[in-house]
């Protein structure tokens, strides 16, 4: 709490309120992978029935289409408390760093009065809207996307190890490289970051290719590798998102840096 | 767009080439997705096992290709944006800073960007077209409804209204600072009346309950959106449903699998490319503003 408050200057309501809003869109990520465990049952269900040569039952019919509406109920009960938390507070919290600022400014030393009033306000209003922006749609999903993706890699190690180390590789290096996108030049920072989700989409490719070679020696189900390729074309979506998105937060930073 | 381009000299064709090789590289990155279902289809149904690896390699090939061509492609577009950004700045050094680092992370970064996600999800959407139309389309589906509900909340005469009031609320919150800025700056903050300060406090708390307001009033329709895009699988359930209730075929079997790993990633990259949308707004709306300071000086 403390390290959200001095990283993004807030105040103690909205250090709280931001935390609340990361786990909320944690949830949110973690309800989107409800339906791939539904599809994987589905997919295993309908080879069955392919082996077979049978039609669906019925009831399975049922229990497929109302587990689905449950799954889309959950994702819409994420989405409403998501959407609260994130945004609600980001304005109540931009209301506050106004008002502050605006009491900073009246503390000022009196050296202050050559400085033109409209760039002033300019630069406040603007760099209030900003961090408004950031906060609810780029910084509390980033948390959400972070949090979201270290657990299901974490769930996944107790389905299969090897396969977890396959799929989940690419989430450290793609945190160190979006994490060494702040610390090079403004210019380079566009690279790393891009680099960040590119490495992303190799997840599914390194599950592909530990999956097929553990399938042909027979030390892989048909099934765990199905559940893993399943699992890795949806959950490095959200991660994907936030870091698309941090590439304009990284913009923003190294416009602070240069006005300072 | 070409008006910005121009200002990149003779390193303007990087910019169109950058673009070009985010198309290809997007291309490219489809043909994992074929290997994987190759795999997948005979993992499934224990079939040509020997071509497993096979298959496995070259997809790693091709998203390695299809990675490179990208990154070729982001070092020619980041060639040119960091050209036209330094041409621009000696042409204007008035211009603001963030203007031209709109303009700047336009061109290296959302420009090649939003080409991949509109090529990917075209050549994902094509591929599954290819396999079983049914499927494709219920892919897609959920993306239109998406749409639908936006288009039928977003417009009308409450959105102008909402736009209107936000103007407003924020014309008046920047007037209510200027004026307190301008009190502190100019006589210092002993002669500042509590009016000014209760004025400021008041503008800053409507323009925040307006905001609050606004996010209630489009909680709904953002919310049905966020349901619908990521609710492609629960869409490919309810048809296989619907097709499973006259048997399984193993063709079908194959098609279904590819649209369950192929139909999240197209919701994905299509609302991307939606997102993308309001970069080029801003892109458009800074090279205006260059265009209109370059006439001024121009006048003079």
């Known amino acids: 709490m403390k390290w959200l408050k001095n990283k993004f200057n807030l105040s103690d309501r909205g250090a709280f309120d931001l935390a609340v809003a990361g786990l909320a869109c944690a949830l949110q990520n973690l309800t989107l992978m409800l339906p791939v465990g539904l599809i994987y049952s589905f997919v295993m269900y309908m080879i069955l029935l392919c082996r077979s040569g049978h039609n669906i039952l019925n009831h399975s019919a049922v229990f497929y289409l109302s587990t689905g509406f449950v799954c889309a109920f959950l994702i819409l009960f994420a989405s409403w408390f998501q959407y609260g938390s994130t945004f609600f507070s980001a304005y109540r919290e931009s209301s506050v760093r106004r008002l502050t600022l605006a009491e900073s400014l009246r503390k000022f030393p009196s050296s202050y009065k050559h400085m033109n009033n409209a760039d002033i306000t300019a630069s406040i209003m603007n760099d209030c809207a900003v961090l408004e922006k950031n906060l609810s749609q780029i910084i509390a999903p980033l948390i959400g996307s972070v949090i979201s993706s270290v657990l299901t890699a974490i769930s996944l190690i107790f389905i299969d190890w090897r396969m977890s180390l396959s799929v989940s590789w690419v989430l450290p290096v793609s945190f160190a490289l979006a994490g060494l996108a702040f610390r090079v030049q403004h210019r380079l920072s566009y690279l790393f970051i891009a680099s960040s989700y590119l490495v992303l989409r190799l997840g599914i490719i390194s599950a592909a290719l530990t999956g097929a070679f553990l399938c042909v020696n027979d030390s892989l189900s048909a099934n765990i590798f199905i559940l893993f390729i399943i699992a890795a074309s949806v959950m490095y979506n959200p991660l994907e998102n936030s870091l698309q998105n941090l590439a304009a937060l990284s913009q923003f930073k190294a416009l602070k840096l240069k006005e300072e | ?300």
Not at chain 2, 196 to 215: K, L
Request: aromatic share 12%; hydrophobic share 45%; net charge positive.
């Open chain 2, 1 to 300: 767009m070409n008006g910005l381009l121009n200002f990149a000299g003779k390193y303007k064709f990087l910019s169109y080439f950058s673009c070009l090789l985010s198309g290809l590289s997007a291309v490219t990155a489809i043909f994992p997705f074929w290997y994987i279902w190759n795999i997948l289809s005979c993992v499934i149904f224990s079939e040509n096992k020997e071509l497993i690896p096979g298959y496995a390699w070259q997809s790693v090939m091709y998203a390695v290709i299809s990675i490179l061509i990208y990154i070729a492609g982001l070092l020619c577009s980041h060639t040119a944006a960091f050209r036209i950004a330094d041409n621009i700045r000696r042409k204007i050094s008035s211009l603001p800073h963030e203007l031209i680092d709109s303009i700047e992370s336009y061109i290296a970064h959302i420009m090649p960007d939003s080409y991949y996600a509109l090529f990917s999800s075209f050549g994902l959407a094509c591929l599954l077209f290819r396999s079983d139309w049914r499927l494709a389309l219920v892919s897609i589906a959920p993306m239109i409804l998406g749409f639908v509900i936006m288009a039928m909340t977003a417009r009308g005469g409450n959105m102008t209204k909402s736009i209107a009031e936000h103007h407003k609320a924020l014309s008046m919150m920047s007037k209510e600072t200027n004026e307190y800025v301008k009190v502190i700056i100019t006589s210092g903050s002993s002669t500042q009346s509590t009016f000014s300060f209760r004025r400021f406090t008041n503008a800053v708390r409507n323009y925040e309950a307006w905001s609050v307001s606004y996010a209630k009033e489009r909680r709904v329709p953002m919310i049905c959106y966020t349901v619908a895009v990521n609710s492609a699988i629960l869409f490919l359930i309810a048809v296989g449903v619907g097709i499973s209730r006259s048997g399984v075929s193993q063709e079908f079997m194959k098609n279904f699998m590819l649209a369950v790993i192929t139909a999240p990633l197209i919701s994905v990259r299509i609302t991307r490319t939606l997102r993308l949308r309001e970069y080029h707004i801003k892109a458009y709306a800074s090279l205006r503003q260059i265009n209109a300071v370059l006439n001024r000086k121009e006048g003079y």
